[in-house]
């Protein structure tokens, strides 16, 4: 009798893997993923009760809350990220410690404010990225602990991002018949 492989909680799209070769379609997938993500976390939260936005989504994970308000922490950076690699030579970014991060009082507030910021953050992002052209894409930053990335391949991690987050979240609504 064999049993179906068990499904690894913390990575409900698969882990990330840096591409080994990025095109305009790769892009375009990329940004598909970035500009739906207001509306896919919006949808993936809705519906859910104080207690629910406070369930972890897999054992020692986060709440469903801290997810939503950790989206907003890192896209914030991202797109800040992505303003210094357009208007600076190789700039070096500031890593930040996401665990603490979701440990501070306003990740238990109210996930409106959040889910607010994603929508801005990601109306303006999404104005850079459609205009950006080759070589925007092609510009570089360095972060101290993944090396020097290009900003097509920080556009691969954050496509990832979005959906991995919000994945966390329906697998969960779907794991808990919400």
Request: proline share 6%; aromatic share 8%; net charge neutral.
């Amino acid at each position: 009798m064999s049993t179906a492989p068990q499904q690894d909680l913390r990575y409900p799209v698969g882990p990330w893997q840096k591409p080994e070769l990025i095109t305009e379609t790769t892009i375009e997938s990329y940004l598909s993923d970035i500009r739906a993500l207001p509306g896919a976390l919006r949808k993936a939260v809705g519906g859910l009760s104080s207690d629910q936005l406070d369930t972890p989504y897999r054992p020692g994970g986060w709440t469903v809350r801290q997810v939503v308000h950790h989206l907003a922490d890192s896209h914030m950076n991202a797109f800040c990220r992505w303003k210094f690699a357009l208007t600076e030579q190789q700039p070096t970014i500031k890593p930040y410690d996401e665990n603490a991060w979701s440990k501070l009082p306003d990740s238990n507030f109210d996930i409106g404010a959040s889910l607010s910021i994603v929508d801005g953050v990601h109306h303006r992002w999404m104005a850079l990225l459609e205009q950006a052209g080759k070589e925007q894409f092609a510009r570089t930053l360095n972060h101290p602990e993944r090396g020097v990335m290009r900003l097509d391949g920080m556009l691969s991690l954050y496509s990832w991002h979005s959906r991995h987050h919000v994945g966390h979240i329906t697998e969960l609504r779907k794991r808990m018949g919400w």
